[in-house]
């Protein structure tokens, strides 16, 4: 059984339609957003429960925004608009800031459970 982010994005690289001198760059894009996504979906999935919506919250959202992250770095290593590059520019800068406040949140959290 396929994940449903693994059919979106085999299912949006049958709806793109290029010129084949253009397949190689379009491979290489498609298996980097697909491998993003499909290490996004398991890495929020393996974020286990622990009753707290505060940890739960940021543990599951840092890989999305990982995943975002590496979407992003696809973008410009494959994409050619200007300004969906600098979306992505700012997508990383952003979502790894996030990133950071999340894991401080994720440790002030098991700080205060150990004690």
């Known amino acids: 059984m396929r994940t449903p982010s693994i059919a979106v994005?085999?299912?949006?690289?049958h709806r793109v339609n290029q010129?084949?001198?253009s397949e190689p760059l379009k491979a290489g894009?498609?298996?980097?957003?697909?491998?993003?996504?499909?290490?996004?979906?398991?890495d929020?999935?393996?974020?286990?429960?622990?009753?707290?919506?505060?940890?739960?919250?940021?543990?599951?959202?840092?890989?999305h925004h990982q995943g975002a992250i590496d979407m992003a770095k696809a973008q410009l290593?494959?994409?050619r608009d200007?300004?969906?590059?600098?979306?992505?520019?700012?997508?990383?800068?952003?979502q790894q800031?996030?990133?950071?406040?999340?894991?401080r949140a994720l440790n002030a959290t098991s700080a205060a459970q150990q004690k």
């Open 77 to 79: 290593l494959y994409g």
């Open 44 to 63: 929020m999935m393996a974020a286990k429960p622990t009753g707290n919506p505060d940890h739960d919250f940021a543990a599951m959202m840092i890989p």
């Open 97 to 103: 800031q996030e990133i950071e406040v999340m894991r």
């Open 29 to 42: 894009f498609d298996l980097a957003m697909a491998q993003a996504m499909t290490r996004m979906d398991a």
């Open 82 to 94: 200007p300004v969906l590059r600098r979306l992505a520019q700012e997508i990383i800068v952003a």
């Open 9 to 13: 994005a085999q299912n949006h690289s």
């Open 19 to 21: 010129s084949a001198s």
